[in-house]
């Protein structure tokens, strides 16, 4: 499957605060497009994933929030800082100082790792979602509580998290979100997904095969 890129912006982020003497971090980011082939536009939708560079350890808090939403990372690591070990497909890093062209490098590997892992992932494209060459339609509020689970795959989202994507005016009832997930099981079920109560918790989202 072929990707194309194109920098997305190119500038200084740093959190509020940092430790004294803490050098500052450029912030790279890039976006990813899935290019449809001609053969079979209507199974390999436009999907696009940001990269978003991270300087670690100073934006540790940052790296939790993108581990936590399955958004891809770069993490930029001072030269003296030992790198952290992670299996996440999603997640690599590179030391500083590093030119554009490395960074490049270093991004088309995540790219690569991302887009063999793809098959196995269930993918949104517009009021569909498919999955494992199937595809079902999915209304409006159900596919915003879709969206969050897949962002999630494999990982128990928030009762809260999942009411607000729902319903982001906050106009849901306490048994709402219950009757949208019952609902949404029954319409995955029949392309191979499932989702699995985690009581107290909230709801897992994860692949029958």
């Known amino acids: 499957m072929a990707w194309s890129v194109r920098p997305m ?19 790279h980011r890039f976006a990813f497009t899935f290019a449809k082939q001609s053969r079979n536009v209507d199974a390999v939708p436009s999907l696009v994933v940001e990269v978003e560079l991270i300087h670690w350890p100073v934006e540790n808090d940052r790296l939790i929030e993108l581990r936590s939403a399955g958004r891809a990372r770069l993490l930029v690591i001072d030269s003296d800082i030992e790198a952290p070990v992670s299996g ?56 915003r509580i879709t969206r969050a689970l897949v962002e999630r795959l494999d990982t128990v989202v928030g009762r809260e998290i999942l009411t607000r994507a729902g319903w982001p005016d906050g106009s849901s009832n306490r048994n709402a979100l219950d009757v949208q997930v019952m609902r949404l099981r029954r319409r995955i079920d029949e392309i191979g997904l499932a989702i699995r109560t985690v009581r107290g918790r909230g709801y897992l989202l994860e692949t029958m095969s």
Not at 9 to 27: D, H, K, N
């Open 9 to 27: 912006s190119l500038r200084p982020v740093m959190p509020a605060s940092r430790p004294p003497g803490a050098r500052s971090a450029s912030i």
């Open 88 to 143: 996440d497909v999603l997640e690599d890093w590179i030391r500083r100082p590093a030119s554009i062209r490395d960074l490049r490098v270093r991004i088309a590997g995540l790219e690569r790792r991302i887009e063999l892992s793809g098959a196995d992932r269930p993918v949104i494209d517009d009021c569909v979602l498919r999955f494992g060459g199937n595809w079902v339609a999915i209304p409006p509020v159900e596919m």
